[in-house]
Nanobody, 121 residues
Framework: QVQLVESGGGLAQPGGSLRLSCAAS????????MSWARQAPGKGLEWVSGIYSDGSDTYYVDSVKGRFTISRDNAKNTLYLQMNSLKPEDTALYYC??????????????WGQGTQVTVSS
C-alpha cells in the first residue's frame, strides 16, 4: 500500500531553516510527480510546491518563492523541502502528497500524516 511518511518538522526562529523529508513506499516513486502542501491553524489546505517525476521542473506558491526548495532523490524514494528564511506565517502542518494527474500539482491521491512546523521567537 502507498505510504508517505514526513519528518523534519519542529520549532524554528524567524529567519531560521528546516529541512522536511518524505519517505515514500508502496509505489514506483520515480513515476510520479510529488507536492508539498500545508494547513495553517484555522485555514484550508494550501499547495506549497511541486516537482515532476524526474525532478526536471519545480514550482512554488508565490509566498515561498526564493525561500523554499523542493527536491527529490528517486534512488532513495525520498522527497525533500528545504525551508530557509522562515516566517511566522509559515507555521502549519506540512504534508507530502502524491500528485494524482501529471501536470496538475495541486491535486493529490495520497498524502501522509504531516509534520508540524512552528516558526516563533
Amino acid at each position: 500500500q502507498v505510504q508517505l511518511v514526513e519528518s523534519g518538522g519542529g520549532l524554528a526562529q524567524p529567519g531560521g531553516s528546516l529541512r522536511l523529508s518524505c519517505a515514500a513506499s508502496g509505489f514506483t516513486f520515480s513515476n510520479y510527480a510529488m507536492s508539498w502542501a500545508r494547513q495553517a491553524p484555522g485555514k484550508g489546505l494550501e499547495w506549497v510546491s511541486g516537482i515532476y517525476s524526474d525532478g526536471s521542473d519545480t514550482y512554488y506558491v508565490d509566498s515561498v518563492k526564493g525561500r523554499f526548495t523542493i527536491s527529490r532523490d528517486n534512488a532513495k524514494n525520498t522527497l525533500y523541502l528545504q525551508m530557509n528564511s522562515l516566517k511566522p506565517e509559515d507555521t502549519a502542518l506540512y504534508y507530502c502528497a502524491r500528485v494524482k494527474f501529471p501536470g496538475i500539482l495541486h491535486e493529490y491521491d495520497y498524502w501522509g500524516q504531516g509534520t508540524q512546523v512552528t516558526v516563533s521567537s
